[in-house]
């Protein structure tokens, strides 16, 4: 019984972590759009930390993403009983 909470938790806390790098990598990447259609070719997106900044914020949802993705294969190994 304590075992199936255990492993009930690890895959709640993976689902989360999913979740919430797949919300980090959209709102990252609607930023970065809007960013870009708000330039329009004026600045170079390199030039800017808004292009950067979206950049790195869509690198960390992706992190998240693997983070729950290792999480969730670690659950669902058998341990030691």
């Known amino acids: 019984m304590a075992r199936a ?6 895959n ?3 689902d989360q972590w999913i979740e919430g790098g797949v919300t980090t990598l959209v709102v990252s990447g609607l930023l970065t759009i809007s960013w870009r259609v708000y ?4 600045i170079p997106f390199w030039s800017a930390w808004p292009g ?3 950049f790195a ?6 992190i998240m ?7 969730r294969e670690d659950g669902e ?3 030691p009983s």
């Not at 330039?39 to 004026?42: D, F, I, L, M, V």
């Not at 993403?65 to 999480?71: D, E, S």
């Open 5 to 10: 909470k255990a492993t009930g938790k690890v």
């Open 12 to 14: 709640q806390r993976s």
């Open 39 to 42: 330039t329009a070719g004026e």
């Open 52 to 54: 950067i900044l979206g």
């Open 57 to 62: 914020v869509a690198c960390a949802g992706l």
């Open 65 to 71: 993403i693997m983070v729950g993705v290792a999480l």
């Open 77 to 79: 190994r058998p341990g």
